[in-house]
């Protein structure tokens, strides 16, 4: 009933920036909050950036500075700018939006995730 479509994963150098996007669709009726999550090899997949429907932005500490989630509430679409990527930062990314669909309660919904690389 509700779909999450990422794109912008790829391949960069270390200092290089990605901006990726994940649009919502389906029978949407209301979209609480929206975040990127990140999961390492060999490790837990963690929050990055989360953001509010209102603009209230929560980041891990290890990108603060770096990266600026951002979001288009008409277009149902949340983006995460990543700038001066590190190695560290290389991770598939997912994301993730909590929405009320037509005749359901709130839940989780999860993108199928996008790779990001960052070259040394």
């Known amino acids: 009933q509700v779909q999450l479509v990422e794109s912008g994963g790829n391949l960069v150098q270390a200092g290089g920036s990605l901006r990726l996007s994940c649009a919502a669709s389906g029978s949407i009726v209301s979209i609480n909050t929206m975040a990127w999550y990140r999961q390492a090899p060999g490790k837990q997949r963690d929050l990055v950036a989360s953001?509010?429907?209102?603009?209230?932005?929560v980041y891990t500490d290890s990108v603060k500075g770096r990266f600026t989630i951002s979001r288009d509430n008409v277009k149902n679409t949340v983006y995460l700018q990543m700038n001066s990527l590190k190695p560290e930062d290389t991770a598939v990314y997912y994301c993730?939006?909590?929405?009320?669909?037509?005749?359901?309660?709130?839940?989780?919904?999860w993108g199928q995730g996008t790779r990001v690389t960052v070259s040394s």
């Open positions: 953001i509010t429907r209102g603009g209230t932005t």
């Open positions: 993730n939006a909590d929405v009320i669909a037509t005749f359901s309660l709130l839940r989780d919904y």
